[in-house]
C-alpha cells in the first residue's frame, strides 16, 4: 500500500505564498507521476501541477501556470507544490495523488491510484 501525507496548508493573504508537501511512503517513490489535484466546496476536483517520476516532465492548469511549481526530491520521497501570488478561487482542499503505473504524467483524478487526505488552502481578499 502507498500512503501520502499532504502538510503545508493554510491561511494566506491574496498576493500571498505557501508551499505544499505530500510525504510518500510503502512503494518506490522514484518510479511513480504525481499529482496535485483541488477541490473547493460544490465542485468537482480540478487538476493543478503533475510531474513525471523522473522529474523531467511536468505539466500545469492554465489557471495556476507561472503561479505555482512542482517539484519532487526522489530521495526524502517527498513532492512539492510552490504556491506563488495566491488569489481567492486558489481557496480548496489540495490532495496530492500517486499515478498508475501506465500513467506518466497524472492529468485527471482516473489517472491516480492513491490520495492522501488533503490540507486546506485558504485564501482570504
Known amino acids: 500500500q502507498v500512503q501520502l501525507v499532504e502538510s503545508g496548508g493554510g491561511l494566506v493573504q491574496a498576493g500571498g505564498s505557501l508551499r505544499l508537501s505530500c510525504a510518500a511512503s510503502?512503494?518506490?517513490?522514484?518510479?511513480?507521476?504525481m499529482g496535485w489535484f483541488r477541490q473547493a466546496p460544490g465542485k468537482e476536483p480540478e487538476f493543478v501541477a503533475a510531474?513525471?517520476?523522473?522529474?523531467?516532465?511536468?505539466r500545469y492548469a492554465d489557471s495556476v501556470k507561472g503561479r505555482f511549481t512542482i517539484s519532487r526530491d526522489n530521495v526524502k520521497n517527498t513532492v512539492y507544490l510552490q504556491m506563488n501570488s495566491l488569489k481567492p478561487e486558489d481557496t480548496a482542499v489540495y490532495y496530492c495523488?500517486?499515478?498508475?503505473?501506465?500513467?506518466?504524467?497524472?492529468?485527471?483524478?482516473?489517472?491516480?491510484?492513491?490520495w492522501g487526505q488533503g490540507t486546506q488552502v485558504t485564501v482570504s481578499s
Open positions: 495523488g500517486a499515478a498508475r503505473v501506465s500513467t506518466i504524467v497524472p492529468l485527471h483524478p482516473h489517472d491516480l491510484d492513491h
Open positions: 510503502g512503494r518506490t517513490f522514484s518510479r511513480y507521476g
Open positions: 510531474i513525471s517520476a523522473s522529474g523531467g516532465i511536468n
